[in-house]
T-cell receptor
């Protein structure tokens, strides 16, 4: 079965720096990959989508890369702010809108 | 547009009992998916309904069942509750006819089984 790995340890960075989160997967060929943000006690919120034939996608301070050869996606938040502190989840999608999530990485941005 | 709403927000049940969780999809969405999220873990796919038919299932036993209604609202039923069923249950709606539509989640139902 598919396996999706995200850094289980929390990422602690200083305000203003770039946060980089990693998502690795095996035994799967996703049609696309999405990143979600989850705050405590809330459902995940969609951030960005990248398709299998795309290398990079940007939205404001967010950037996602997708390397289907390495089976890896990187998620970057530039000029990070304390309000960016949350858990970030990657999700692999198939062509029927079914998604498989990683366990998430908690990001702490310190002022 | 109204978002995804789930009820109840919290629930405590005893092992062996049955539970029904409810979800109201975002307007215009024809697909609903249910996920189980244990503490510190990512959401695990339970199943998906598209236009009232089950359209895919994750690695969950048959005591997890669901329904989708003509107005695209949905229920998740769990029979013979076990202690390990304690988790946050998330409902997500999407428009499967819009290619690669993202999931829109509710804030979940926190189920505790004692």
């Amino acid at each position: 079965s598919q396996k999706i790995e995200q850094n289980s340890e929390a990422l602690n960075i200083q305000e203003g720096k770039t946060a980089t989160l990693t998502c690795n997967y095996t035994n799967y060929s996703p049609a696309y990959l999405q990143w979600y943000r989850q705050d405590p006690g809330r459902g995940p919120v969609f951030l960005l989508l990248i398709r299998e034939n795309e290398k990079e996608k940007r939205k404001e301070r967010l950037k996602v890369t997708f390397d289907t050869t390495l089976k890896q996606s990187l998620f970057h938040i530039t000029a990070s702010q304390p309000a960016d502190s949350a858990t970030y989840l990657c999700a692999l999608g198939d062509n029927f809108n079914k998604f498989y999530f990683g366990s998430g990485t908690k990001l702490n941005v310190k002022p | 547009e109204t978002g995804v709403t789930q009820s109840p927000t919290h629930l405590i049940k005893t092992r062996g009992q049955q539970v029904t969780l409810r979800c109201s999809s975002q307007s215009g969405h024809n697909t609903v998916s249910w996920y189980q999220q244990a503490l510190g873990q990512g959401p695990q796919f339970i199943f998906q309904y598209y236009r009232e038919e089950e359209n895919g299932r994750g690695n969950f036993p048959p005591r997890f069942s669901g329904l989708q209604f003509p107005n695209y609202s949905s229920e998740l039923n769990v029979n013979a509750l076990e202690l390990d069923d304690s988790a946050l249950y998330l409902c997500a709606s999407s428009d499967r006819d819009r290619y690669k539509s993202p999931l829109h989640f509710g804030n979940g139902t926190r189920l505790t089984v004692t």
